[in-house]
């Protein structure tokens, strides 16, 4: 069965960095587009990132556009997302998403705080 796994997420500061990593299993990850969303305390879970199969063709939302880079690595089935230049509104918990499948992660939390 498809299961996602998350990781990577802690505490750090403003202005920080953290790397996120999914790790896909159950099915052929290369084949299929990859998102992240995340969801913060008594918010609708919203999209970030998406990459496509294929020619990994990727999209951001407004708020994290030219911060955060989605990426993937196929031989390793893993999804990624890099977070630069973190901010206190970043806080949530980030989930790995394979639409297609309609399957998610356990999610990880971040928490940006000085």
């Known amino acids: 069965q498809v299961q996602l796994v998350e990781s990577g997420g802690g505490l750090v500061q403003p202005g920080g960095s953290l790397r996120l990593s999914c790790a896909a299993s159950?099915?052929?990850?290369?084949?299929?587009?990859m998102s992240w969303y995340r969801q913060a305390p008594g918010e609708e879970r919203e999209l970030v990132a998406f990459i496509t199969s294929g020619s990994g063709n990727t999209n951001y939302a407004d708020s994290v556009k030219g911060r955060f880079t989605i990426s993937r690595d196929n031989a390793k089935n893993t999804l990624y997302l890099q977070m630069n230049m973190l901010k206190p509104d970043d806080t949530a918990v980030y989930y790995c998403?394979?639409?297609?499948?309609?399957?998610w992660g356990q999610g990880t939390q971040v928490t940006v705080s000085s």
């Open positions: 159950g099915f052929t990850f290369s084949r299929y587009a």
């Open positions: 998403y394979a639409r297609t499948f309609g399957s």
